[in-house]
């Protein structure tokens, strides 16, 4: 993990005293100057801002009154790596022993995309053998129930492509704020997988049962506004960032500990059943060869054919 980096934000205010003026407006003219430079060294100040980052710079943690949490990836379209997922536990075990935060704010880098979900091009190194996979997935399950455990109100701002794990980071947070550019998918089906039980809970808490159903057993994408219909998101703004920040500023200035002690007996109350079957079902979908050609499908960007026999196919 990299150090804190600090970044100052601010405006230097220099200049020269009007030329040709006599002695008396060339020291009111200074002592202007003086003062309104005070005044942005003090603006200077409250406007240091400290970042902190993570596995390699695709986590930015701004630690703030209203926080922000910074997924950084752009080019990939802000995709979770394996070390992205497994700092997010430290990062939420930091915010969570810093009292001065009272929200945190969840959102992509690059305008384009909030995630594309978790990076397939590790894929087949993670998925290499039961253990690996077994691993992989209890990194990610431990990460989103983190990141959803936080005693802080969370909320997704939500620009861009929000697909897969993304969705997963989305519905792990207390609220969730999207734009007109927003579009959502959970797409393990394509990849012949199921989606976790774990995860499955989080999306049928937020939308019910046939519209989970719906999400999951096509993969196909929704636009902002059926997003919206069906309760997968909370909010639709011209202004994801914008419309969350607001929000959130509401929120910060009503006592933290009600609002900690709200979202603490709404999750208490909301609870998952835990089903190892259901685990299970799931992990085995890893070994199997619908999951080889649907990787392959993608990374190869053809259509999944999974007609064949796959078992010759995946070999």
């Known amino acids: 993990m990299e150090g804190p980096v600090a970044g100052i934000v601010g405006r230097q205010v220099e200049a020269d005293p009007p030329a040709g003026g006599d002695d008396h407006r060339t020291h009111g003219y200074l002592a202007a100057r003086r003062a309104v430079g005070a005044r942005s060294l003090r603006r200077l100040e409250q406007e240091i801002e400290l970042t902190e980052t993570y596995a390699d710079g695709g986590l930015v943690l701004s630690p703030e009154r209203i926080a922000t949490l910074s997924l950084n ?44 979900g978790a990076d397939i091009s590790e894929f087949e190194q993670t998925y290499a053998t039961a253990e690996t996979t077994a691993d992989y997935n209890a990194i990610i399950r431990q990460a989103q129930a983190r990141l959803r455990d936080l005693p802080c109100v969370t909320l997704a701002a939500i620009s861009g492509v929000c697909f897969g794990g993304g969705c997963g980071v989305a519905l792990a947070c207390d609220l969730r704020f999207a734009d007109e550019s927003a579009s959502f998918a959970i797409t393990p089906a394509r990849l012949g997988l199921a989606y976790s039980p774990a995860d499955t809970w989080q999306l049928m808490e937020k939308v019910g049962v046939s519209r989970a159903k719906d999400m999951l057993l ?15 998101i909370d909010r639709l703004s011209p202004d994801a960032l914008s419309a969350a920040r607001t929000y959130a500023s509401d929120l910060a200035r009503l006592a933290p500990a009600a609002l900690r002690a709200n979202k603490a007996i709404i999750n208490g109350l909301s609870l998952p059943s835990t089903n190892p079957q259901l685990q299970a079902i799931f992990e085995a979908c890893f070994s199997g060869p619908e999951f080889r050609e649907g990787t392959r499908a993608f990374l190869e960007k053809r259509p999944a054919n999974f007609d064949a026999n796959l078992d010759e196919v995946s070999e």
């Not at 009272?102 to 594309?116: D, N, P, Q, S, Y």
């Not at 096509?218 to 997968?232: C, I, Q, T």
Request: with cysteine.
């Open 218 to 232: 096509s993969g196909r994408v929704l636009p902002p506004d059926e997003a919206l219909r069906f309760g997968l």
């Open 73 to 116: 990836r752009p080019a990939r379209r802000n995709a979770m790596t394996r070390s992205m997922w497994q700092a997010l536990p430290d990062i939420c075990d930091r915010i969570a022993k810093d009292k001065s935060i009272r929200v945190l704010i969840v959102h992509g880098t690059g305008g384009k995309a909030f995630c594309a």
